[in-house]
């Protein structure tokens, strides 16, 4: 039935390959339904909660009603773990990686599980209780589907899985739609009204996902027929410069004094080298900039940042032609 709807196959032609399916495959019972249309009717009333979207209501813009759709963070999470071979891959505790090349032991680094990070992090935990790192990532992109316009997906996956299991289609989940707004003329699309507007919408999206986790509570998975306690943590955020610079809320590069990703450098002092003090771009500076009303020196947007909410946000790493760069949440 996927497949008829799949194409948009006609009632009569599904009926056909039930026919051939049925006459060929030589099983006492066929476990194919009788007909397309019965099909049809029983997919459209199977309910599967973890699956389905929920919408909310954002904003209203010129006239246009903006509808978050975006699907639980949490059953989203179970609905990876009830894939059996992500369940019986995914890995509970920190590893200390060594291998012996060249005839010297170097330290790997290939997955989250093997970093400091990990380790650190892992230690303050309390008996019992083990990390589920989770992986956001986003960008722009064509919906060809939907009439060539433009969507913001945004997806989900675990640190816990390994690069080779996390790498498969199956270890990955929609989690939601990003709104962007549309400005019906350039005079509306160049003011900073609309542009405010878009970061507001952008970071209520953002918070209206992650508000399960914002005071970091115990959650209960079931993994390989027991029940562990997971506390969560959002350890990476993949996206592009101009997405990053949005998760932030900072002014992008071009406009910006201090474009630096990580630290609060100036333009003029990017290639000083006899800087003495340099100060990392962390969620409590940015705080202390903004109430203090240094907004704008600093290139940072006055509106919340989602992520400050939560216990677990150290940092961004960005994608960008093959470059990393790390940015304070």
Known sequence: ?????????????????????????????????????????FLNVTIVPYMMFKEVPVKSFQNVEYVFYY????????????????????????????????????????????????????????????LLSLILYSDVTTL?????????????????????????PESKALIGYLLILKAMDSKTKNSDKFRMAQRKVFQKCLSTLLEPIIEGPELHFVMRGDIITFILCIF?????????????????????????????????????????EII?????????????????????????NAFWKIRYSELILVSEIGLWTAYYL
């Not at 410069?241 to 474009?259: I, L």
Request: hydrophobic letters at 35%; one cysteine or more; glycine letters at 4%.
């Open 144 to 168: 060809d589907h939907m009439g060539k316009s433009f969507g913001h997906p945004m997806f989900l996956s675990l640190g816990n899985i390994p690069n080779h299991q996390r790498n498969k």
């Open 1 to 41: 039935m996927e497949i008829i709807n799949k194409y948009r196959l006609s009632n009569s032609a599904g009926d056909a390959i039930i026919t051939f399916f049925n006459k060929f495959s030589n099983l006492d019972i066929s476990p194919l339904l009788l007909s397309t249309k019965t099909g049809k009717e």
């Open 236 to 276: 990476i955020i993949i996206a592009d410069m101009v997405e990053a610079d949005k998760f932030t809320n900072v002014y992008q590069p071009s406009c910006s004094r201090r474009p630096c990703a990580k630290y609060l450098v100036s333009r003029d002092d990017l290639n000083n080298t006899n800087l003495m």
């Open 280 to 304: 990392p771009r962390t969620p409590d500076a940015m705080k202390q900039a903004i109430n203090s009303g240094e907004d704008k020196d600093y290139s940072i947007h006055p509106e919340k």
């Open 71 to 130: 699907r639980l963070l949490i059953k989203t999470i179970k609905s990876l773990l009830m894939i059996d071979s992500i369940n019986q891959s995914l890995v509970l505790q920190y590893e200390d990686k060594k291998e012996v090349r060249n005839g010297v032991e170097c330290r790997i680094f290939g997955e989250q599980y093997y970093s400091n990070w990990w380790k650190r992090e892992e230690s303050d935990l309390l008996l019992g209780q083990y």
